[in-house]
C-alpha cells in the first residue's frame, strides 16, 4: 500500500471509532439535550488544542456476548489540551457506547491519562457521563474503578481534579467525582446515585424519580455534592473555564495573576450594612465592593447558603473568600456550613491561595437537631481547617463576632496573620440580650420592674462588650478601621504576606474531624 493509502486507511478508521455509539446513538443523546463526549471536550478546550490518545483501544471482555461487541474507544475519550493557554488532561465518558460503562480498557485510559495529568503536575477535567461499573466485565471493572478512586486520591491537593456530571451517573461514576475537588452539574441531564430509582424500588419499596432522587438541583441545593449548577451545558463549560483562571496548575505554583483593576464599586461601603444589627443584607455586595472588576466568583451557592465562599481578584491576584451570610440563618454555622467552609479553606491553603474571611454572625446554630446531626464534629472542621492552613489569613469582623463564631471565623487564635474590625464589630462571648439575661439574672428579677431592668442591662453590656475595642485593647484586633479602607487594607496586608513561610512540625498526616 502506497503512503497516501495508508494515510486515507487511517482516516476511514479514525471516523469510523470517532462515531461512537453510531448514528442511532447519538441521535437519541442529542435528543436528549446532550451534547456528544467528543463535542464537550472540544466545547471546553481552546480551539485546535485537543488531541487524542488511546482511540483505538478495544474491550477484551467475552462473556454475556460482549465476544461479539465491538465498543469503539471502549465508551471513553482521552487526551490533552489547553483552556485559555492552560495545559489540560481531560476524558470524557461517551454514554453512546455501551452506556459509557467503565470495563477495564475504559478504566486503563482513564489512569492513563490520570497518570499523565500528576506527573506532568496539569489540571484534569473528567466528564462523567455513565452507567458505572460495567455489569458484563465483573470484578475487573470494580478494580477499574478502585484504581481511579487512588489515583483521585494520591492526586489530591496536587493538582486541581474537576468533575463534569453530564448523564445519568452511578456507582463509580459518581464516587470518583466526590474525591475530586469540584462537581459541577446541569439542569435536567446530570443525575448522580449510589444506588437508581429501580434499585431502591426493589430493595425498599420506595418509587422515586431520577431527577428527585439525584438530579443537578438536588445535588447543587440539598447534599452538597455538587458545587456548580448551570442552566445548559454551554453554560457549565463556560463555568468550568472561568474557574481555571482562578486556580494555578499545581500546589507548586501560584495562580494566574491578571493586570489589576478597580472594584467599579460606585456606592458608599458604610451604606451596605445596617444600622440595626438584627437587620441582614447580603455580604456578597460587601465581596463585589473590595475585589477587582466586582467579579466574584462563588461556589455552592445554592448549598449551605448561610456561608459565602469563591474567588475573587484583589490587584490581579486570586482571593479565596469565605463570609458569613446575613441573609441567611443570620449567617451561623452549622453542619452543613461547616463542611462548606472547611473544604473550602483547605482547597485554598493547598493551592497556594490567600483567604479572606469576612465576618459577621452570632455562632454555631443551637439545637437538636443540629446536635444529633454532629454539628460537634462538623463545627470542628473550620477550627481544624483555620489552623492548618499556612497561606495568608486575613480576618475583618463587620459585625457580630460572638463566642465560638469568633473564634472559628480565622481568629487571631486560630492563626490569622491579620485582624481588622469595623467600628460596628461586636465583639463578645455572647449576644447582649442573652448574656444580660444570665449575668444579670439577680438583678432583673429582683427589679421592679424586670424588663426595664433587662433593658439597662442589656444597653449596659452593648456599651461594655459588644464593640471591638475592647478586643483591640488586648491586641486581638490589629486595626480598627472605617468600611471604606477595607480594600486599601487588605491590599496591604496581602502584599505584606507574599513571603510568608511557616511550617507545622513534620506529620504523616492530620486527623481531621470527618
Ligand atoms: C453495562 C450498561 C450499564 C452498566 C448502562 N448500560 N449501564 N451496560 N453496565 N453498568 C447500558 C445499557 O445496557 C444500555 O445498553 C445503555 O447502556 C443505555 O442504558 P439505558 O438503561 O438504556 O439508559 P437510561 O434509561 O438512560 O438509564 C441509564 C442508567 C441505567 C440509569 C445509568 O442504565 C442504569 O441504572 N444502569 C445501571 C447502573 C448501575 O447500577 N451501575 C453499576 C454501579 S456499581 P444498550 O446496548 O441497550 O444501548 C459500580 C461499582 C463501583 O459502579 C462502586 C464504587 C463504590
Known amino acids: 500500500m502506497s503512503l497516501k493509502k495508508h494515510i486515507l486507511d487511517l482516516r476511514k478508521r479514525k471516523e469510523k471509532v470517532e462515531m461512537g455509539g453510531g448514528e442511532k446513538a447519538i441521535e437519541k443523546q442529542v435528543a436528549m439535550g446532550k451534547m456528544t463526549a467528543r463535542e464537550r471536550i472540544l466545547a471546553i478546550l481552546d480551539q485546535d488544542s485537543f488531541t487524542e490518545y488511546d482511540l483505538f483501544v478495544e474491550h477484551e471482555a467475552k462473556d454475556f456476548g460482549m465476544d461479539k461487541k465491538q465498543l469503539h474507544g471502549d465508551g471513553v475519550i482521552i487526551g490533552t489540551g489547553t483552556v485559555y493557554g492552560a495545559p489540560i488532561c481531560v476524558f470524557a465518558q461517551d454514554f453512546t457506547v455501551a452506556g459509557g460503562s467503565l470495563g477495564l480498557m475504559h478504566a486503563r485510559k482513564i489512569t492513563k491519562i490520570m497518570d499523565h495529568a500528576l506527573k506532568m503536575r496539569v489540571p484534569l477535567i473528567g466528564i462523567n457521563d455513565s452507567g458505572g461499573a460495567r455489569i458484563q466485565e465483573g470484578v475487573n471493572s470494580l478494580a477499574g474503578y478502585g484504581e481511579i478512586f487512588y489515583r483521585?486520591?494520591?492526586?489530591?491537593?496536587?493538582?486541581?481534579?474537576?468533575?463534569?456530571?453530564?448523564?445519568?451517573?452511578?456507582?463509580?461514576?459518581?464516587?470518583?467525582?466526590?474525591?475530586?475537588?469540584?462537581?459541577?452539574?446541569?439542569?435536567?441531564?446530570?443525575?448522580?446515585?449510589?444506588?437508581?430509582?429501580?434499585?431502591?424500588?426493589?430493595?425498599?419499596?420506595?418509587?422515586?424519580?431520577?431527577?428527585?432522587?439525584?438530579?443537578?438541583?438536588?445535588?447543587?441545593?440539598?447534599?452538597?455534592?455538587?458545587?456548580?449548577?448551570?442552566?445548559?451545558?454551554?453554560?457549565?463549560?463556560?463555568?468550568?473555564?472561568?474557574?481555571?483562571?482562578?486556580?494555578?496548575?499545581?500546589?507548586?505554583?501560584?495562580?494566574?495573576?491578571?493586570?489589576?483593576?478597580?472594584?467599579?464599586?460606585?456606592?458608599?461601603?458604610?451604606?451596605?450594612?445596617?444600622?440595626?444589627?438584627?437587620?441582614?443584607?447580603?455580604?456578597?455586595?460587601?465581596?463585589?465592593?473590595?475585589?477587582?472588576?466586582?467579579?466574584?466568583?462563588?461556589?455552592?451557592?445554592?448549598?449551605?447558603?448561610?456561608?459565602?465562599?469563591?474567588?475573587?481578584?484583589?490587584?490581579?491576584?486570586?482571593?479565596?473568600?469565605?463570609?458569613?451570610?446575613?441573609?441567611?440563618?443570620?449567617?451561623?454555622?452549622?453542619?452543613?456550613?461547616?463542611?462548606?467552609?472547611?473544604?473550602?479553606?483547605?482547597?485554598?491553603?493547598?493551592?497556594?491561595?490567600?483567604?479572606?474571611?469576612?465576618?459577621?454572625?452570632?455562632?454555631?446554630?443551637?439545637?437538636?437537631?443540629?446536635?444529633?446531626?454532629?454539628?460537634?464534629?462538623?463545627?470542628?472542621?473550620?477550627?481544624?481547617?483555620?489552623?492548618?492552613?499556612?497561606?495568608?489569613?486575613?480576618?475583618?469582623i463587620l459585625r457580630k463576632a460572638y463566642g465560638g463564631g469568633y473564634i472559628a471565623m480565622n481568629s487571631r487564635h486560630l492563626g490569622a496573620d491579620f485582624m481588622f474590625a469595623w467600628p460596628t464589630a461586636e465583639i463578645a462571648v455572647m449576644g447582649p440580650e442573652g448574656a444580660a439575661n444570665i449575668i444579670f439574672k439577680k438583678e432583673i428579677e429582683g427589679a421592679e420592674n424586670p424588663e426595664e431592668m433587662r433593658q439597662l442591662k442589656v444597653q449596659e453590656y452593648k456599651e461594655k462588650f459588644a464593640n471591638p475595642y475592647v478586643a483591640a485593647a488586648k491586641g486581638y484586633i490589629d486595626s480598627v478601621i472605617e468600611p471604606n479602607e477595607t480594600r486599601n487594607i487588605l491590599l496591604h496586608a496581602l502584599e505584606v504576606s507574599v513571603g510568608k513561610d511557616i511550617n507545622h512540625p513534620d506529620k504523616k498526616h492530620g486527623i481531621p474531624p470527618f
Request: aromatic share 10%; glycine share 8%.
Open 152 to 396: 483521585n486520591t494520591i492526586a489530591s491537593g496536587v493538582i486541581p481534579q474537576i468533575s463534569v456530571i453530564l448523564g445519568p451517573c452511578a456507582g463509580g461514576a459518581v464516587y470518583s467525582p466526590a474525591l475530586t475537588d469540584f462537581v459541577f452539574v446541569v439542569d435536567n441531564i446530570s443525575k448522580m446515585f449510589i444506588t437508581g430509582p429501580g434499585v431502591i424500588k426493589t430493595v425498599l419499596g420506595e418509587e422515586i424519580s431520577m431527577e428527585e432522587l439525584g438530579g443537578a438541583r438536588v445535588h447543587a441545593e440539598t447534599t452538597g455534592n455538587a458545587h456548580f449548577f448551570a442552566e445548559s451545558e454551554q453554560e457549565c463549560f463556560d463555568q468550568i473555564k472561568k474557574l481555571i483562571t482562578f486556580i494555578p496548575w499545581n500546589n507548586s505554583k501560584k495562580a494566574k495573576e491578571f493586570p489589576p483593576k478597580e472594584p467599579q464599586f460606585k456606592g458608599n461601603l458604610e451604606d451596605l450594612i445596617p444600622a440595626d444589627p438584627r437587620k441582614p443584607y447580603d455580604v456578597r455586595d460587601v465581596i463585589r465592593s473590595i475585589v477587582d472588576d466586582g467579579d466574584f466568583f462563588e461556589i455552592q451557592e445554592l448549598f449551605a447558603a448561610n456561608i459565602v465562599i469563591g474567588f475573587g481578584r484583589m490587584n490581579g491576584q486570586t482571593i479565596g473568600f469565605v463570609a458569613n451570610q446575613p441573609l441567611v440563618l443570620a449567617g451561623v454555622l452549622d453542619c452543613d456550613s461547616s463542611d462548606k467552609a472547611a473544604r473550602f479553606i483547605r482547597y485554598c491553603d493547598s493551592f497556594n491561595i490567600p483567604i479572606v474571611t469576612l465576618e459577621d454572625m452570632p455562632g454555631y446554630l443551637p439545637g437538636v437537631d443540629q446536635e444529633h446531626a454532629g454539628v460537634i464534629r462538623h463545627g470542628a472542621k473550620v477550627l481544624y481547617a483555620y489552623s492548618e492552613a499556612t497561606v495568608p489569613k486575613i480576618t475583618v
